[in-house]
Protein backbone atom coordinates (compact mmCIF):
# COMPACT_ATOMS: atom_id res chain seq x y z
CA UNK A 1 0.00 0.00 0.00
CA UNK A 2 1.04 3.36 -0.85
CA UNK A 3 1.47 6.06 1.83
CA UNK A 4 2.65 9.70 0.72
CA UNK A 5 4.28 11.92 3.35
CA UNK A 6 2.43 15.59 2.39
CA UNK A 7 3.08 18.92 3.33
CA UNK A 8 0.74 21.45 3.59
CA UNK A 9 1.47 24.95 3.24
CA UNK A 10 0.14 28.31 4.24
CA UNK A 11 -1.24 30.14 0.95
CA UNK A 12 -0.72 33.72 2.27
CA UNK A 13 3.07 33.29 3.10
CA UNK A 14 3.59 29.92 0.97
CA UNK A 15 5.70 28.31 3.79
CA UNK A 16 5.25 24.84 4.87
CA UNK A 17 3.57 24.49 8.31
CA UNK A 18 2.61 20.73 8.46
CA UNK A 19 4.07 17.65 7.37
CA UNK A 20 2.17 14.03 7.59
CA UNK A 21 1.66 10.69 6.33
CA UNK A 22 -1.39 9.32 4.50
CA UNK A 23 -2.73 6.71 2.21
CA UNK A 24 -5.24 9.25 1.00
CA UNK A 25 -3.95 13.08 1.62
CA UNK A 26 -6.87 14.46 -0.15
CA UNK A 27 -8.78 12.91 2.53
CA UNK A 28 -6.50 13.82 5.30
CA UNK A 29 -6.53 17.43 4.68
CA UNK A 30 -10.55 17.42 4.78
CA UNK A 31 -10.13 15.96 8.05
CA UNK A 32 -7.20 18.60 9.20
CA UNK A 33 -10.23 21.10 8.26
CA UNK A 34 -13.52 19.42 9.48
CA UNK A 35 -11.46 19.74 12.66
CA UNK A 36 -10.40 22.72 12.52
CA UNK A 37 -14.02 24.14 12.21
CA UNK A 38 -14.78 22.02 15.26
CA UNK A 39 -12.80 24.47 17.51
CA UNK A 40 -10.15 21.83 17.84
CA UNK A 41 -7.39 24.00 20.17
CA UNK A 42 -4.11 21.75 18.92
CA UNK A 43 -1.88 24.53 16.71
CA UNK A 44 -1.84 22.68 13.43
CA UNK A 45 -5.79 23.09 13.69
CA UNK A 46 -5.61 26.67 15.22
CA UNK A 47 -3.84 27.73 12.39
CA UNK A 48 -5.83 26.10 9.50
CA UNK A 49 -8.79 27.71 10.96
CA UNK A 50 -6.90 31.31 11.05
CA UNK A 51 -6.31 30.16 7.19
CA UNK A 52 -10.19 29.18 6.74
CA UNK A 53 -11.02 32.09 8.56
CA UNK A 54 -9.19 33.73 5.73
CA UNK A 55 -11.31 32.36 2.93
CA UNK A 56 -8.56 30.42 1.76
CA UNK A 57 -7.46 26.74 2.55
CA UNK A 58 -4.24 25.08 2.96
CA UNK A 59 -2.17 24.36 0.07
CA UNK A 60 -1.52 20.34 0.29
CA UNK A 61 2.21 19.28 -2.09
CA UNK A 62 3.21 15.58 -1.97
CA UNK A 63 7.11 15.00 -0.53
CA UNK A 64 7.47 11.15 -1.21
CA UNK A 65 5.73 8.44 -1.81
CA UNK A 66 6.16 5.03 0.28
CA UNK A 67 5.33 1.59 -0.48
CA UNK A 68 4.76 0.37 3.62
CA UNK A 69 4.62 1.64 7.37
CA UNK A 70 7.80 1.22 8.43
CA UNK A 71 9.11 3.30 5.92
CA UNK A 72 6.70 5.41 6.05
CA UNK A 73 7.49 6.23 9.64
CA UNK A 74 10.52 6.70 9.18
CA UNK A 75 9.77 8.86 5.83
CA UNK A 76 7.51 11.13 8.45
CA UNK A 77 10.21 12.00 10.74
CA UNK A 78 12.92 12.88 7.98
CA UNK A 79 11.20 15.04 6.20
CA UNK A 80 9.81 16.77 9.85
CA UNK A 81 13.85 17.25 10.83
CA UNK A 82 15.17 18.11 7.33
CA UNK A 83 12.05 20.85 7.84
CA UNK A 84 13.06 21.76 11.15
CA UNK A 85 16.58 22.40 10.04
CA UNK A 86 15.94 24.35 7.43
CA UNK A 87 14.23 26.78 9.76
CA UNK A 88 10.61 25.49 9.04
CA UNK A 89 7.80 26.82 11.75
CA UNK A 90 6.41 23.63 11.41
CA UNK A 91 3.14 23.20 13.71
CA UNK A 92 3.51 19.29 14.32
CA UNK A 93 3.83 18.27 17.87
CA UNK A 94 6.03 15.38 17.37
CA UNK A 95 9.08 14.13 15.61
CA UNK A 96 6.47 11.60 13.27
CA UNK A 97 6.35 8.52 12.73
CA UNK A 98 3.42 8.31 15.54
CA UNK A 99 0.82 5.61 14.68
CA UNK A 100 -0.41 4.67 11.29
CA UNK A 101 -1.13 6.71 8.83
CA UNK A 102 -4.96 8.08 8.21
CA UNK A 103 -6.40 5.85 6.42
CA UNK A 104 -4.74 2.93 7.03
CA UNK A 105 -6.13 -0.57 6.84
CA UNK A 106 -4.95 -3.01 8.90
CA UNK A 107 -4.31 -6.73 6.77
CA UNK A 108 -7.56 -8.96 9.03
CA UNK A 109 -5.44 -12.16 10.63
Known amino acids: ?5 YDLSDPRTGHVRYIGKSV ?3 ERLHSHISAA ?8 KRWIDGILKDGLRPVLGIIEEVHDHAA ?3 AEQYWIGSFRLGGADL ?3 TPGGDGQPKGYLRPRD
Open 91 to 93: TNL
Open 72 to 74: ANE
Open 37 to 44: RSGSKAHC
Open 24 to 26: NPR
Open 1 to 5: MTVFI
